[in-house]
């Protein structure tokens, strides 16, 4: 198995989660980082954030930005249902990227990395996976994301979490 270049271990709390899955963090997330998020984000996570689904995504995102400047484009930006993702994504990557990531033959179901991430003035960019505390790459995603930085040129990196228990 391949290795990705990690940039971050996060420590989070399980209750952050539990305020995610509330809706409480969704939508003040969504207020205070609109450039982050857009309709469409907060409209799938308050469809599934009861489920726990994107809270770590959503969290890496804010971090990554507070961090290191980096906006990021959550989940979804290889699905033409999501437009304006797609126009982000165009302007980043050069077309055999593009075509790599809508069309992904071969691969199954496996999706694209969590987040692309990317300057505000787009002179840089990048994708990241984001695994929570008992989360795992799996075969499928390393064999795509292996072909992804191989047709990128861009490495894949990885934002960890680990719970702290308080």
Known sequence: MDEFQLIATFITHPNHH?????????????????????????????NQAHIGYHFY??????????????????EKYEFKTHPQKQQILRRLAPRQVVDFILHRKGYGRVQCPDLLVYLPDYSDWFFCEVKGPRDKLREDQVNLFNALAEISGKDIRLVEFRYQHI
């Not at 305020?19 to 857009?38: C, G, Q």
């Not at 400047?69 to 959550?74: C, P, T």
């Open 18 to 46: 539990e305020l995610f899955r509330s809706k409480d963090l969704v939508v003040e997330w969504a207020r205070t980082y609109p450039m982050l998020f857009d309709d469409d984000d907060l409209r799938v996570a308050e």
């Open 57 to 74: 995504e959503w969290l890496a995102a804010v971090l990554i930005y507070h961090s290191f400047g980096y906006l990021s484009l959550i």
